[in-house]
Nanobody, 124 residues
Framework: QVQLVESGGRLVQAGDSLRLSCTAS????????VGWFRQAPGKEREFVSV????????AYADSVKGRFAISRDFSKNIMYLQMNSLKPEDAALYYC?????????????????WGQGTQVTVSS
């Protein structure tokens, strides 16, 4: 079992940068695949990024590739999502998630543990 708590979401302007954090307890993040999903009002939750527990493979959704960066700090047991050049369409509730599949997961069904989300609002 692992508890995930997201933070860092707030109102920003288009073009701004923002860093989200996901703190895990009590188990270490490196034992899981960890990722970010987001859900905008009226839309389904969608994959944003993942970093795998085996090999540290990283994947991004096409919509954020080149603008977002996922990382982990093992010493602090925290995962980050650095978001640059934010667009109004990036506005959503952002969730961090953890799972134990062998393959690098991109589907929410492959993640067993979820945080409560942190809200990102982007004004144009």
């Amino acid at each position: 079992q692992v508890q995930l708590v997201e933070s860092g979401g707030r109102l920003v302007q288009a073009g701004d940068s923002l860093r989200l954090s996901c703190t895990a307890s009590p188990r270490a993040l490196w034992t899981y695949n960890v990722g970010w999903f987001r859900q905008a009002p009226g839309k389904e939750r969608e994959f944003v990024s993942v970093i795998s527990r085996i090999g540290g493979t990283i994947a991004y959704a096409d919509s954020v590739k080149g603008r977002f960066a996922i990382s982990r700090d093992f010493s602090k047991n925290i995962m980050y999502l650095q978001m640059n050049s934010l667009k109004p369409e990036d506005a959503a509730l952002y969730y961090c998630a953890a799972g134990s599949t062998i393959d690098v997961p991109k589907d929410e069904s492959q993640f067993e543990f979820w945080g409560q989300g942190t809200q990102v609002t982007v004004s144009s």
